[in-house]
């Protein structure tokens, strides 16, 4: 069992920044592949970014590429999703979520774990 917690979220300009911390607890952190997603009221939770176990590779969503960066702690159990050039349509609240296997995993129902949400909301 994996417990994930994300904290970061908040109220932030368009053009500015944010970084999104999620905090494992339980099983080994380091076995586990780890992915972002966000879901705006309407809409469908969709990907944003993965990162592989070591934290070697990642992926990411065109919509974010370039501007949002996913990396990770395994000796603080933390994975960060940075964001820079936020922009009003990245609005949402933001998941972590875990999954036990090797490489990326860029589907909702590929990972086991999921964290509460944290909302991020830009103005314009």
């Known amino acids: 069992q994996v417990q994930l917690v994300e904290s970061g979220g908040g109220l932030e300009q368009a053009g500015g920044s944010l970084r999104l911390s999620c905090a494992a607890s339980?099983?080994?952190?380091?076995?586990?592949?780890m992915g972002w997603f966000r879901q705006a009221p309407g809409k469908e939770r969709e990907f944003v970014a993965a990162?592989?176990?070591?934290?070697?590779?990642?992926y990411y969503a065109d919509s974010v590429k370039g501007r949002f960066t996913t990396s990770r702690d395994n000796a603080k159990n933390t994975v960060y999703l940075q964001m820079n050039s936020l922009k009003p349509e990245d609005t949402a609240a933001y998941y972590c979520?875990?999954?036990?296997?090797?490489?990326?995993?860029?589907?909702?129902?590929?990972?086991?774990?999921w964290g509460q949400g944290t909302q991020v909301t830009v103005s314009s």
């Open positions: 339980g099983r080994s952190f380091s076995s586990h592949g």
């Open positions: 990162i592989s176990r070591s934290g070697v590779s990642t």
């Open positions: 979520a875990a999954v036990p296997a090797a490489g990326l995993h860029v589907t909702a129902n590929e990972y086991t774990y």
